[in-house]
């Protein structure tokens, strides 16, 4: 043993939530007892996007891939027992922070805690919804108000508490580059920054103040090298932003403060247990940087690209963080870094990439106006377009998956369906019927009343917090509070970026994409079509389109004629658009767990139409047993992560469309 002063651990959180508020409760407090040092809480997809779980919206995706939180009640149960003014909470919400934030004040103070005193996080980084999340509800404008607004409160009445986490994690799930990842977060910064200060609620002495509260979320990859330097490239241009554009002179408030979970872009379904290794290589590109480690760092799990992850799964990734942290010497050194040319060459080279693209954002009104014109997203779609090519091509090597692929019987994978977690079919009948006695002993006069307040403030100038937090008091609904502001403010459709993406994957003769070309052309012409017409289509809540975009964009350069309309699509709209359309082909992308329920109900709406012989094929995270159940279903396809190969799965989709239409099979190569 040596001398030296250990520094402290990051704060170590496991993102979790499942089922119910009372389930995900026990399941917190016996993430505590393993060692884990904050709350990382995973809300499922309607109350992300302001929907209670008996909206039409919600069916098939209530306590899916989180805990549902629809009231007063869902909050007091899921943190009962948990003492909220020692704990430090990270809540991964954005469209409704507002609302998740009210109901844990109102909790906390319940429990007799001091909101001075609470420490914790709501995600609220808007603009990476409309690039790749998808749970956005509002447009780019309000959506600016409810942040602005809640980081004026925070400050003067939670002065702890990270009332926003400006977050780069998704951007790079969507295929950001490490300059893209750094310029659209910092520029999603100043957006936000420039709001408080032009909002006039803030005095100019507390400026300080907010800079300092700002906190980041960002994604490590694979290319250890190349995200540590990101890391530090990011601090030192939040260092330049925070002193030349806002004044602040105090170091402690322009200090780049930011969490981490590392990447599931990359995470396979083949060979998953590599997973382990790209996990921890990912959290040493955060952590063995003194000068740009992470305050707080969660890990995904091995399993995660083969569904919802189980209790041992996420004690697993903890105890990671738990063996650097406590038998490394990682945190007994200063930065091992300092001084390396290769680290500051790279880190240079970033940073002015970097500003100059943020000076390109700038140049087109900022932020808010690149996402409003699309220029985002399509660079999104276009770079992640280009990732998947290089996949496909072999110049990017996976292991496991386009190198390497033999191996030998995996016995965690020995029993797939018990290798992930479950949610019961029966939960969301459960938690309706909860939340239905909720509404009818409550007194309805105070929501009634809380609630047209709240649209008087959003209507008008004034703060919407504290309308708010009544409506937390006053026992309203997620539902009822989103509502409210979707009629003052109405609904987003973010741009989907599709139809304006390059080529990525060249058709030269003899390419694979040409092949399949020709089957695209010669079945239209067999059908006496002008173009084959796929329609993508993405029931209910999940966001995550990255995979419908690239099936969307790849088809587009095979010849079909794609039909895509972007996410949040009840399975009556998305039949009502393949009628219309006289679509050859349904394709459905869902990663939230909902196929079980949505995709039948899209085939059993395709048959009351007399469309029964439109093939409908689905895409995500989906287990083996269900890939089966759907296609005894009449499913004609099932595609899930270790179908890496776009251009195949669109030559499977040209088989199945000649299948339904009774043409014989094209002896074409695809």
Not at 114 to 143: A, C, M, W
Not at 184 to 194: K, N, P
Request: proline share 5%; hydrophobic share 40%.
């Amino acid at each position: 043993m040596t001398g030296r002063q250990k520094d402290r651990p990051w704060l170590m959180r496991t993102y979790a939530g499942h089922s119910t508020a009372e389930a995900s409760n026990e399941l917190y407090r016996r993430n505590l007892a393993k060692g884990q040092t904050g709350l990382s809480v995973a809300f499922d997809l309607p109350t992300q996007t302001g929907y209670d779980p008996d909206h039409i919206l919600a069916r098939g995706e209530v306590g899916r891939v989180g805990v549902p939180v629809s009231h007063l009640g869902d909050m007091r149960r899921l943190f009962q027992d948990i003492p909220l003014e020692q704990m430090n909470t990270s809540m991964t919400i954005n469209a409704t922070a507002m609302w998740l934030l009210a109901l844990y004040q109102v909790v906390a103070e319940e429990q007799g805690a001091d909101p001075t005193k609470l420490q914790g996080t709501t995600q609220n980084d808007i603009v990476k919804e409309y690039l790749s999340r998808g749970t956005h509800v509002f447009p780019p404008g309000p959506s600016l108000r409810l942040t602005t607004d809640m980081i004026t409160y925070t400050v003067n009445r939670i002065p702890k508490w990270n009332p926003i986490n400006i977050c780069s994690y998704h951007l790079q799930e969507a295929g950001a580059t490490p300059v893209q990842e750094i310029a659209y977060a910092m520029s999603t910064a100043i957006a936000v920054l420039d709001a408080v200060r032009d909002s006039g609620q803030v005095p100019e002495e507390k400026f300080g103040d907010v800079v300092a509260r700002i906190s980041f979320f960002v994604n490590a990859g694979v290319r250890f090298i190349e995200e540590m330097c990101k890391m530090r490239a990011f601090g030192r241009i939040w260092d330049r932003v925070t002193r030349e554009r806002y004044s602040i002179e105090n170091p402690k408030q322009r200090r780049f403060r930011y969490g981490v979970q590392v990447n599931s872009l990359g995470l396979t379904e083949a060979q998953p247990e590599n997973n382990v290794q790209r996990i921890v290589l990912e959290m040493l590109a955060v952590t063995l940087s003194k000068d740009a480690r992470a305050r707080a760092v969660q890990l995904p799990a091995w399993n995660e690209a083969l569904g919802l992850p189980r209790p041992w799964d996420q004690q697993w990734s903890l105890r990671i963080q738990q063996v650097l942290a406590h038998e490394s010497d990682l945190l007994e050194y200063e930065d091992i870094f300092a001084g390396s040319h290769v680290v500051e060459a790279k880190v240079d080279e970033l940073v002015a990439e970097s500003l100059a693209e943020i000076d390109r954002i700038e140049r087109m009104g900022g932020a808010m106006a690149a996402v409003e014109s699309g220029y985002l997203k399509s660079e999104l779609v276009s770079s992640h377009a280009a990732r998947r090519a290089r996949i496909e091509g072999g110049e990017e090597r996976i292991v496991g998956v386009n190198i390497y692929e033999t191996t030998e019987p995996n016995p965690l994978t020995a029993d797939l369906d018990g290798a992930i977690m479950t949610v019961d079919p029966a939960n969301e009948a459960r938690v309706v019927a909860a939340l239905h006695d909720w509404r009818d002993n409550r007194d309805e006069a105070r929501a009634t009343e809380a609630l047209a307040a709240l649209k008087k403030a959003a209507a008008g100038t004034e703060n919407m917090m504290e309308a708010t937090v009544e409506c937390a008091r006053a026992g309203v609904t997620t539902g009822e509070w989103s509502w409210a502001l979707r009629d003052v403010f109405g609904e987003f459709r973010a741009p989907t970026g599709v139809s304006s993406a390059p080529v990525a994957v060249t058709a030269e003769a003899g390419t694979p994409l040409a092949l399949v070309r020709e089957k695209v052309a010669r079945t239209a012409a067999d059908l006496g079509a002008g173009r084959l017409r796929l329609l993508v289509g993405k029931p209910g809540l999940d966001g995550h389109s990255n995979g419908a975009e690239q099936i969307a964009v790849r088809a587009r350069d095979a010849g079909f004629e794609v039909v895509y309309q972007g996410i949040r699509l009840t399975p009556e709209q998305i039949v009502s658009a393949a009628l219309a359309e006289d679509v050859h082909c349904v394709g459905l992308s869902i990663l939230s767990g909902s196929h079980a329920e949505l995709v039948p109900d899209v085939l059993t709406r395709l048959r009351e139409a007399g469309a029964a012989d439109i093939p409908v094929i689905a895409g995500g995270i989906i287990p083996p047993a269900d890939a089966s159940a759907l296609i005894g279903a009449g499913v004609a396809a099932v595609f899930t992560p270790k179908d890496f190969g776009i251009t195949e799965i669109i030559g499977r989709i040209v088989d199945e469309i000649r299948k339904a239409n009774k043409l014989d099979p094209l002896e074409v190569p695809a």
